[in-house]
């Protein structure tokens, strides 16, 4: 029994450390804001013909924009603007590309300006990059790769401790470590949820 | 050289196991929303009046009424609204408390809403930033301590894995499964609509 767990905890290690690695630098720059977060994020503009029936449902408006040029990306609706002469402007916002998008009054035009997220942008996204409309198959698997890991570390926690109890000659700095770091933090949690 | 990194890798889950698996954990419950949805929060509502005669200052006034009022947790940045009421929030995992000040600062509306587990678990996740107390400051530290060594994990975790004898075929094969679907999806969002 203790072979498998040993091997599950080593090989699901293997498979999740490129998460584990994204996990924590992601978590790092939420906290922090770090300044090279933005380098290398480029704007590009392009226009692009299109064929869009009208409809006066700007969230339907926008989808059919989308799909025309091919993009993907969730819609943000508060980002909705229609301007008097009835020109249409909205934006996809995609975990490797953000467009803003303005569209003529006659539906046959977009001027797309499209930004192209940094390398760090791209890479933190991953902590939590979940199903996006017109989403390729390859990143519909991610999310099932990021529920994985945070099973396995659950798991891994458990079964790390597990091993650590089944050692005979543990150390006092072990121990101080569990006790007050590790069973403190227990603690604070129960503190932080009932009278913090 | 092996035995240092075996230990950082064992001190570092042993001081650190409970905030690696709520934050993972509670993760796991965010992007599970079929297994664990989220319902309509329980509000209690009650109005009081509002006696403050001190200077202007924001935080001054939300340490008064986080205090005066009995609200509890972190205090988010407050926001006046446009009809002119101030709105002050104290966020903990589980609970969420707003206080609306109104425009002519004699009475204050104060909203105390109970998330749930689902509540609960983001915000153990998401209390992020030093500011908010010791209590809030000391979390952030450990959110910190657990991001940094979620880092160390996975480095040292294949440090071990590469120096040991057990190393074989299956090991490569898990390892490159992991950082290959990461490249590949990194490339793609890079180069892809």
């Known amino acids: ?196 | 050289m092996k035995e240092t990194i075996k230990k950082i890798h064992l001190y570092s889950g042993l001081s650190l196991f409970a905030f690696m698996v709520i934050f993972y954990f509670s993760g796991f419950v965010m992007i599970n929303q079929t297994l664990f949805p989220s319902h309509n929060p329980v509000k209690k509502v009650r109005t009081e009046t509002f006696t403050w005669d001190g200077p202007r200052d924001s935080l001054a006034i939300s340490a008064y009424i986080q205090d005066h009022y009995s609200l509890r947790g972190k205090l988010q940045p407050p926001r006046r609204l446009n009809d002119g009421r101030t709105r002050y929030n104290f966020y903990h995992p589980g609970i969420n408390s707003e206080a609306l000040v109104s425009s002519d600062g004699r009475s204050v509306e104060i909203t105390v809403s109970d998330l749930g587990f689902r509540g609960m678990m983001v915000g153990f996740h998401r209390i992020l930033g030093y500011f908010g107390g010791w209590l809030y400051v000391l979390w952030s530290f450990f959110y910190d301590a657990a991001s940094a060594a979620s880092i160390v994990f996975g480095i040292t975790g294949i440090v071990m894995w590469y120096t040991s004898r057990s190393r074989d075929g299956w090991g490569w094969l898990c390892l490159g499964t992991g950082f290959g679907l990461t490249l590949v999806v990194i490339l793609y969002l890079m180069l892809m609509p």
């Open chain 1, 1 to 196: 029994m203790r072979k498998v767990i040993s091997r599950i905890h080593v090989y699901g290690g293997l498979l999740c450390a490129s998460y584990l690695i994204i996990f924590g630098y992601s978590s790092l720059q939420f906290n922090h804001h770090f300044p090279f977060q933005n380098w290398g994020e480029r704007q590009v503009d392009w226009q692009a013909s299109l064929s869009v029936q009208e409809t006066p449902n700007d969230t339907l408006l926008a989808e059919r924009v989308r799909d025309g040029l091919g993009l993907a990306g969730w819609i943000p609706w508060w980002r909705f603007q229609r301007a008097g002469d009835n020109s249409f402007t909205f934006e996809v916002g995609g975990p490797g590309k953000g467009y803003e998008i303005s569209v003529n009054p006659e539906r046959t035009h977009a001027s797309v300006k499209e930004t192209r997220r940094s390398f760090f942008q791209i890479y933190t996204g991953l902590h939590a990059l979940g199903h996006y409309p017109n989403a390729s198959s390859l990143v519909k698997i991610w999310p099932i790769y990021t529920q994985i890991c945070a099973l396995f570390v659950v798991f891994a926690a458990v079964s790390g401790l597990y091993f650590w109890g089944c050692q005979l000659d543990k150390k006092r700095l072990e121990w101080a470590l569990f006790v007050i770091i590790g069973l403190g933090g227990v603690l604070m949690m129960f503190y932080m949820r009932i009278w913090g």
